[in-house]
């Protein structure tokens, strides 16, 4: 029988054991996969349209460990243009310890590229992920896409990759950012695109806040998917804060020991 690992405070741990807690496998051989969602008590997976109403201390504090430690964040272009995304900001030197012990980051502390999933490149060049100071942003699109809408965004700096004819498909995305050598891979949503990655078997972790309110609404679920898939999950910890947001971790029960 699975049992949840006992609740751990937040405040009885430094940010050395919240490295140790969240890091990836030591150099994985093909990419990783970990999603990282925030859901109030009652499901909502935002709040008027945005995660950030659902953001606690305790949820920013793992959100940027999380980034800290990955090569590349993964998003939809819906959940990009909704929460303005921009360029990822990191922690240069954590990122440069974190290389030289095998749990993440980069040799230079470059921060994650960040990469988009859009089947119509239907981004606006002008907006933050393409003006903001950072790593050059990565978009996987489709074949089908205008031609029109790649330029520009190639145009705005974009480093642009076909992942599919019609779809991108989930294996076509692994397969780009494989080839890019980025294996640590933080997916940031949105819910189509965790249901897509569920529905490919694709999820290595699952890290998900629960935030110490109730919404309401008609916000929708962190996964949403025509094929419903179970995909058997153990726990690896469950983190208390103060203000009651529960931070836990689920791995995929084939992961690892």
């Known amino acids: 029988m699975q049992h949840m690992p006992n609740a751990i405070q937040l405040t009885d741990l430094t940010h050395d054991d919240l490295v140790e807690m969240y890091a990836y496998p030591v150099e994985p051989s093909a ?3 970990r999603v990282n969602f925030v859901t109030s008590i009652d499901g909502a997976v935002t709040v008027d349209g945005r995660s950030g109403g659902l953001g606690t201390p305790a949820d920013k504090k793992v959100f940027a460990l999380l980034r800290d430690l990955a090569d590349v964040v993964l998003v ?5 243009r909704a929460e303005n995304y921009g360029a990822a900001h990191t922690d240069s030197e954590l990122r440069k310890r974190l290389h030289r012990e095998g749990l993440g980051g980069d040799a230079d502390g470059t921060p994650p590229r960040i990469a988009v999933v859009t089947h119509g490149a239907s981004l606006d060049p002008a907006s933050k992920l393409f003006t903001d100071a950072g790593a050059r942003p990565i978009i996987l699109t489709t074949t089908a896409a205008p031609a029109e809408h790649k330029k520009r965004l190639i145009d705005a700096g974009a480093e642009l990759i076909e992942a599919g004819e019609d779809d991108c498909t989930i294996t076509a995305v ?6 890019l050598g980025l294996r640590r891979v933080l997916c940031e949503g949105g819910p189509s695109l965790f249901g897509q990655l569920i529905a490919a078997e694709s999820v290595d972790e699952v890290c ?9 609404g008609i916000a929708g679920r962190i996964a949403m998917s025509p094929n419903a898939l179970p995909t058997p999950m153990r726990p690896r910890h469950l983190l208390l804060d103060t203000d009651g947001t529960i931070l ?5 029960a084939h992961t690892r020991g």
């Not at 806040?209 to 309401?216: A, H, K």
């Open 174 to 179: 692994r397969d780009a950012l494989e080839g």
């Open 76 to 80: 939809g272009a819906g959940t990009a």
């Open 248 to 252: 836990t971790r689920w791995e995929r």
């Open 208 to 216: 998900l806040t629960v935030s110490p309110q109730l919404v309401g």
């Open 31 to 33: 990419p990783y996969v």
